[in-house]
């Protein structure tokens, strides 16, 4: 069984099958216990994500004066994040893994993942702090970011976080000032052509430069224990990985010829998530990656990973209603009443353009924001329509009128648009869509502008093995 608390802090449950009443008193006396400086965590529930769904919806009153109660908000099924862990320390058992905080910094996530010994790669003071408030040990923290603030480096150093990467010679006498104990790991440039996000633009030593960075440090007398790189989020090509690593392996070599002998090797993020099944899976990558490091690095040699979107791109799903509509004849005019036979036009001759356009209340400035940061494509599925709930229902049938849509984010900003072309039923205000796989590089990067509120992100289990104390 899995605890995932720590010290005075507590998940709380609802049991789905004891009265309401039993439930409060429970509730009650676990407040009392606890005493009144301690924060109560989020609910836990034990639910299957459709259930939550539903219920979040049955809730809401269309008379309430809650002007916050219709809200898109998220599922995050824990249980997945779980299934995820289990997954990656079968096929990669050798790598440790570190989850990269940038990409979901969700405080339930990390407090599992914690619970579970997974480290954590962090790129700021903030990051940092968030850990270690978890109980964690600094040796399970790399400060991964090569361009860091003194004050935060300072801080680093006086909390004994000691994994620290760099990639030029500025930053090795930055840390000779302020952190001059650390653990260096040098940061190496790889073939990332491969993937959506390039990270080598900014980040990573050529290899041409890696032997001047090995004699500076070496003259600054710090300890540069190994060997970071990272092939690029949204990898596409598995083999990028093991070429990444046969890089490591000269660097390795080189670093004899400045008397360091290197023990550590980070390989860094790009790893797929769970909902990715063809092309390149998880699979092709461990198989890559874990039978080259085995090939080419000793035993003795720590490996390991900082994958973030594998862990939580599958375990969120969010939840939108259309908050408006708009109907658009083929001339590109406003129709009047005609709204079900503008659905069948733009059924009819697909080549035309959107016969709605719908706006619902998250987007681009909000969780929608991977799909400028990320490049991700998001699919809008009918959550709720016409007083039906048709969550993961199965494809609509050949005689269901479906129209070309385009979905909107709710601000006054006409960059905010989520899909141009969808096939959608017709949709009226106050039917509610999904999108599944949510969980990478959305919510974390989510602003406030024009006002929009961040989406809720309501927890739930789907795996036993993950308890919860009450």
């Known amino acids: 069984m899995i605890d995932v ?56 009153d269309p008379e309430s004066e809650d002007f916050e109660a219709e809200n898109a908000f998220y599922v995050a099924d824990l249980g997945e994040v779980f299934r995820q862990h289990k997954r990656w320390k079968a096929l990669l058992p050798r790598i440790e893994p570190f989850f990269a905080m940038k990409c979901n910094p969700d405080p339930m996530v990390m407090r599992l993942l914690a619970s579970l010994g997974a480290g954590f790669d962090c790129a700021s003071k903030n990051e940092i702090q968030a850990v270690l408030d978890l109980g964690v040990d600094p040796s399970r923290i790399i400060y991964a970011n090569p361009c860091k603030q003194n004050a935060f480096v300072k801080y680093a150093h006086a909390n004994k976080v000691r994994l620290i990467t760099f990639d030029n010679a500025e930053e090795l006498h930055k840390i000779k000032r302020f952190h001059p104990d650390a653990q260096c790991v040098l940061r190496i440039l790889t073939d990332d ?25 070496q003259a600054l007398g710090l300890d540069v224990i190994g060997v970071s790189f990272h092939v690029g989020s949204g990898c596409f090509d598995a083999h990028a990985f093991g070429e990444a690593v046969i890089r490591a392996r000269r660097v390795f070599d080189q670093a004899k010829d400045y008397g360091f002998d290197f023990k550590f090797l980070d390989v860094g993020g790009g790893f797929p998530s769970a909902h990715v099944t ?12 874990g039978s080259t490091v085995d090939a080419l690095f000793g035993p003795e040699v720590r490996v390991i990973a900082e994958p973030g979107r594998y862990y939580v791109g599958s375990a969120f799903t969010l939840a939108t209603q259309v908050i408006a509509r708009r109907t658009v004849t083929s001339d590109g005019d406003e129709a009047g009443c005609s709204d079900v036979a503008a659905a069948q036009e733009a059924q009819e001759a697909p080549e035309q353009g959107p016969s709605h356009m719908y706006y619902i209340n998250d987007g681009m400035y909000g969780s929608f924001n991977c799909i400028m940061f990320d490049h991700q494509i998001c699919e809008p599925k009918v959550l709720y329509r016409d007083g039906i709930f048709s969550y ?20 006054c900003d006409s960059i905010d648009c989520i899909t141009a072309r969808a096939r959608l039923p017709l949709l009226e205000t106050g039917h509610w869509l999904y999108f599944e796989n949510m969980g990478a590089y959305t919510i974390t990067a989510a602003s406030q502008f024009n006002g929009f509120r961040k989406s809720e992100v309501l927890y739930t289990t789907t795996e036993a093995e993950v308890s919860f104390r009450v």
């Open 278 to 289: 063809e092309g390149i899976t998880f699979e092709k990558v461990a198989g890559i990656l």
């Open 392 to 411: 993961q229902a199965s494809p609509a049938s050949p005689d269901e009128l479906l129209g070309l849509a385009s979905v909107w984010g709710p601000t």
């Open 5 to 60: 608390s720590f010290q005075q802090d507590h998940f709380e449950v609802v049991p789905t099958l004891v009265q309401p009443t039993m439930v409060e008193a429970i509730k009650s006396q676990a407040r009392a216990q606890m005493g009144a400086k301690t924060q109560l965590l989020p609910e836990v529930y034990a639910l299957p994500v459709s259930q939550i769904l539903q219920d979040r919806l049955a809730s809401f």
């Open 193 to 217: 052509s491969k993937s959506l996000c390039k990270l080598g633009l900014k980040f990573g030593a050529p290899l041409n430069t890696t032997g001047s960075l090995l004699a500076t440090a």
